[in-house]
């Protein structure tokens, strides 16, 4: 199974600033890496899927990059509406498909 | 406007057994992979099942294989999980959510809003 490993776990930034989130795979899935956001109460929304590819709809803010086992979620400007939990899913070594842990992202 | 309306969740005993189903609308079911997730309270994600939109490609996680077993029947639009023999660390908000492809190895774009599986002596 390949485990997925997201830091920070929780992660504070001022709207208008860049946040970083890393994902770190234990083998290489390739580009095969997925980003979703969760807000309380609320089911996950795609944002990022190959690694780099917005979903319908996902501002441009948002961006995704790296591959093999390091992966990284921009946020370019931080809006208060981003705040939420983050998760990296990877798709390529599975059953099972595996998620991250998470990353808590907080507005300042 | 694609849908998924999941049901059939509630309070069990540890040994129990619930049928969670999943009421699909606004896209070609059989086209697509469909798989559930599940969120125990505070936790993260934890994929549990997914089939491939045939009905051939079926899978579980280590931890419900031989205990759940997912099907869909195309002809309603709807996904099932029987889950048989839970166990208290079952306890999470199930969610079904559709694979953008046809088979499973794939990310989830649309997402049910989940149905509570509490199992508790």
């Known amino acids: 199974e390949v485990v997925m490993t997201q830091s920070p776990a929780a992660l504070s930034v001022s709207p208008g600033e860049r946040a970083t989130l890393s994902c770190r795979a234990s083998?290489?899935?390739?580009?095969?890496l997925a980003w979703y956001q969760q807000k309380p109460g609320l089911s996950p929304r795609l944002l990022i899927n190959d690694t780099s590819a917005r979903a319908t709809g996902i501002p441009a803010r948002f961006s995704g990059s790296g591959s093999g086992t390091e992966f990284t979620l921009t946020i370019s400007s931080l809006q208060s509406e981003d705040s939420a939990i983050y998760y990296c899913q990877q798709y390529y070594n599975w059953p099972p498909l595996t998620f991250g842990g998470g990353t808590q992202v907080e507005i300042k | 406007e694609v849908q998924l309306v999941e049901s059939g969740g509630g309070l069990v005993q540890p040994g129990e057994s619930l049928r969670l189903s999943c009421a699909a609308s606004?896209?070609?079911?059989?086209?697509?992979?469909m798989s559930w997730v599940r969120q125990a309270p505070g936790r993260g994600l934890e994929w549990v099942s997914g089939?491939?939109?045939?009905?051939?490609?079926?899978y579980y996680a280590d931890s419900v294989k031989g205990r759940f077993t997912v099907s869909r029947d195309n002809s309603k639009n709807t996904l099932y999980l029987q889950m048989n023999s839970l166990r208290a660390e079952d306890t999470a908000i199930y969610s079904c959510a559709r694979n953008v492809l046809s088979w499973g190895g794939s990310p989830m774009d649309y997402w049910g809003q989940g149905t509570v599986v509490t199992v508790s002596s």
């Open positions: 089939l491939s939109g045939n009905g051939v490609g079926i």
């Open positions: 083998q290489s899935v390739y580009s095969n």
């Open positions: 606004g896209f070609t079911f059989s086209n697509f992979a």
